[in-house]
């Protein structure tokens, strides 16, 4: 089978790097990918976000399953397109990817289901928003209903500071049309856990847990990024999470979407708080973490091309894959100045003999190969190395170990991906 994977991040280079181990996949391409995905396969000249290239590639190239990483084309129905055009896919239609998309259909989906989320008020006026934070205690969230970059979640100290963020996104367009609606909510206190579950109609199967570090710098200082590194299995998933995340997220979900018309196949990311009070859904992502995904998809025995297809035939629930029992640990190299403005064009050197170290993983993000072969960076996140593991700490130490053999100019990367989650988000406000 040919296949064509979306997108050009680390997230895609893991998935098209996994689906290559698959003996039934003869061919991949990666549109537009990276100099990564170019090892594992061909490289297509079009964007993310040109759907009507893709269905165009897609049909004369006789691809047999497109896969898509980003969330935009998602949210813009490029599962629909290929639907229509008779061309198979993984990924949610455009209403099931609502779920991602827009924070208050998701919120009203969990309010009908009682899905535990934190307490909170959809608006389209600002007044209305401002006298709904003074009801509640500080911090506040203040969430851009639409998809904003992952920038469009602003923990406010204090009623100015949300009135501010309310002002910017709602008066001042600061995200467009994605900030003229916003949820208002309540903060919550606790570790996030990130949880992959492959969802097609009324079934599901859970992936490997995983933990993101979402904010710039050690110590969770800084301001979000889309994630700077990862662990799985998650530190901080026990049975008992298990159990509520079923009982409680997805066996309602997936009710409720079918109530309301709405099939969804594809990859259901759910990113949770565990609180004191148990766990709550801070959103709902329809497509793999990044770099969750790097760290996800390297314990995975099981041919990913099989779950893929099972997912899209409804009978993923039956299937079971097999994990890899070690610990992997997932740091990433972004460019100076990420998630800011950066710089890009500059050389990377050691990767080979970085790749070269046993059971450890280069996935490139923001790459480029130029004509002379030379590797250059090509966006904020660069790379994501993985290393596996018997424990999070030899995991930890073989990850920073091939951190060590690669520079850039300007390369900076926390220090501190899989520390115990111990350290309640908190200590970052
Ligand atoms: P979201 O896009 O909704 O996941 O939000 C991005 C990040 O903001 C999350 O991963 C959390 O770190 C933080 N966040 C979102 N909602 C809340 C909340 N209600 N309380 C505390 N932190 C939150
Ligand atoms: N790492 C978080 C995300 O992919 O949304």
């Known amino acids: 089978m040919k296949i064509l994977v979306v997108g050009s991040g680390g997230r895609e280079h893991a998935l098209a790097w996994k689906l290559s181990q698959s003996p039934r996949v003869e061919r991949i391409f990666c549109a537009p990918g990276n100099a990564g995905t170019e090892q594992v396969g061909e490289n297509v000249p079009l964007a993310a976000d040109d759907l ?193 995340f079923d009982r409680d997220v997805m066996k309602p979900l997936v009710r409720g979407l079918m109530r309301s018309g709405i099939a969804f196949s594809g990859l259901l990311f759910p990113g949770l708080m565990m609180t004191a009070e148990g766990l709550r859904v801070l959103e709902f992502n329809c497509r793999f973490g990044d770099p969750e995904t790097q760290a996800i998809l390297p314990r995975l025995k099981s041919d990913l091309l099989d779950l893929l297809e099972a997912t899209r035939n409804g009978t993923v629930q039956d299937a079971v894959p097999e994990w890899d029992e070690r610990v992997a640990v997932t740091v990433v190299l972004a460019s100076g100045g990420y998630p800011g403005a950066y710089k890009t064009g500059i050389p990377i050197a050691g990767l080979d003999e970085c790749a070269a170290l046993p059971d450890v993983q280069v996935f490139h993000a923001g790459t480029r190969r130029e004509k002379d072969g030379t590797v250059v960076t090509a966006g904020g996140r660069v790379l994501a190395i993985t290393a596996l593991g018997t424990s999070a700490t030899e995991a930890r130490q073989r990850a920073y170990e091939a951190v060590s053999r690669v520079s850039f100019e300007g390369c900076h990367y926390r220090r501190d991906i899989a520390l115990p989650a111990d350290a309640t988000n908190v200590a970052a406000q």
């Open 52 to 244: 009507p290239g893709l269905v165009r590639f897609a049909r004369d190239k006789q691809i047999g399953l497109t896969v898509v990483g980003p969330d935009d084309p998602l949210a813009n129905g490029i599962v629909d397109l290929f639907d229509a055009a008779g061309l198979r896919v993984f990924g949610p239609t455009k209403a099931a990817a609502q779920l991602e998309s827009s924070k208050i259909f998701a919120k009203e989906l969990m309010r009908k289901c009682r899905i535990p989320t934190a307490m909170a008020g959809s608006f389209e006026r600002s007044d209305r928003a401002l006298a709904f934070c003074e009801r509640l205690p500080s911090p506040i969230v203040i969430k851009a209903d639409g998809l904003a970059l992952g920038k469009g979640v602003v923990v406010a100290h204090d009623c100015d500071e949300a009135a501010t963020a309310i002002d910017a996104m709602m008066n001042q367009a600061q995200f467009g049309e994605a900030g003229r609606r916003i949820v208002v909510e309540e903060f919550l206190r606790g570790t996030e856990c990130s949880v992959h579950a492959l969802v097609g109609g009324t079934g599901y199967r859970m992936l490997a847990t995983a933990r993101d570090h979402k904010r710039a710098y050690d110590g969770d200082k800084g301001p979000n990024t889309g994630g700077m590194g990862a662990i799985s299995p998650a530190d901080n998933w026990t049975a008992e999470a298990q159990a509520a």
